[in-house]
């Protein structure tokens, strides 16, 4: 059996509305998103759907209001085990902010462990934003290698990295890291997924958003076209049954 893999930075909460209408018609069995506003209240709202919370972690300040990641996941497939916060090195940048402001949460990336039921195999999913285009992408390789020594510690096990990497330049450096580590992009096919339009005029459209993946077997990845974000979600498709 396969599963599927939602990744979506929906823009400091303003495209969640979204997510019932991609649910209803792409059907996801875990969904990462990156910039929700983590309330208690905003995170409820997937209740009633199929899909429970596995967990979420705090990044950044912004509105007088909170926001970070949460990683949600289909009950029926999976069975959830544990998670934990990966804290990750900040830019000079998120540093004048915490300077500026007197407090700001620091960046983390989320790792959350699932049983894949009709498998029995464990699965680790990581789900990332890395610091915004502010830094260079020392800081993020930076990042990375914090996450990815993580990572390595499972070196058997299944592992899918998804979110908002901020990284679209300067791939050469990035293929080596993701080789490195023996991991795979899913993503591969796809040549943005952000796209900027301004003022009616220059439209600038960049690859910032990946999926990366080890030890399964990936069947397809593809953008999909909504639009209330300056992201597109991106959605993966996965057979765990088969290790590669």
């Known amino acids: ?10 823009l400091w909460n303003k495209a969640y509305v979204q997510i019932e209408q991609i649910i209803k018609e792409e059907k996801p ?3 990462c998103l990156q910039e929700i506003e983590t309330a208690e209240s905003n995170l409820k709202k997937f209740e009633n759907s199929r899909f429970r919370l596995a967990d979420y972690t705090n990044s950044f300040i912004k509105f007088a209001r909170i926001f ?11 069975s959830f085990i544990n998670s934990s916060a990966i804290k990750l090195p900040q830019s000079l940048y998120e540093i004048f902010l915490i300077i500026l402001r007197g407090i700001n949460p620091p960046r983390t ?41 993580e990572v390595k510690n499972g070196i ?18 990035f293929e080596r890291l993701i080789r490195r580590y023996h991991l795979k992009e899913a993503t591969n096919n796809l040549f943005y997924t952000l796209e900027y339009n301004f003022l ?19 069947l397809e990845t593809k953008r ?14 996965f057979d765990l049954k088969q290790l590669v």
Not at 69 to 78: D, G, I, R, S, V
Not at 156 to 173: C, E, T
Not at 224 to 237: A, C, E, T, V, W
């Open 109 to 149: 990336a989320l790792k959350t462990d699932f049983l894949y039921k009709s498998q029995k195999k464990k699965i680790s999913i990581y789900n990332l934003h890395l610091t915004a285009l502010q830094a260079t992408n020392t800081v993020r390789i930076k990042q990375l290698n914090e996450v990815l020594h």
């Open 29 to 31: 069995d875990i969904i």
């Open 224 to 237: 999909i076209p909504i639009r209330n974000s300056d992201h597109f979600p991106i959605l993966s498709k």
């Open 156 to 173: 058997k096990q299944s592992v899918i990295l998804a979110g908002d990497f901020n990284y679209p330049y300067g791939r050469k450096k």
């Open 1 to 10: 059996m396969s599963f599927s893999l939602l990744s979506y930075n929906v």
């Open 200 to 218: 009616n005029l220059f439209r600038y459209r960049a690859k910032t958003d990946y999926i990366l993946y080890k030890h399964i077997k990936l």
């Open 68 to 78: 970070g990641l949460a990683t949600f996941y289909n009950p029926e497939k999976f």
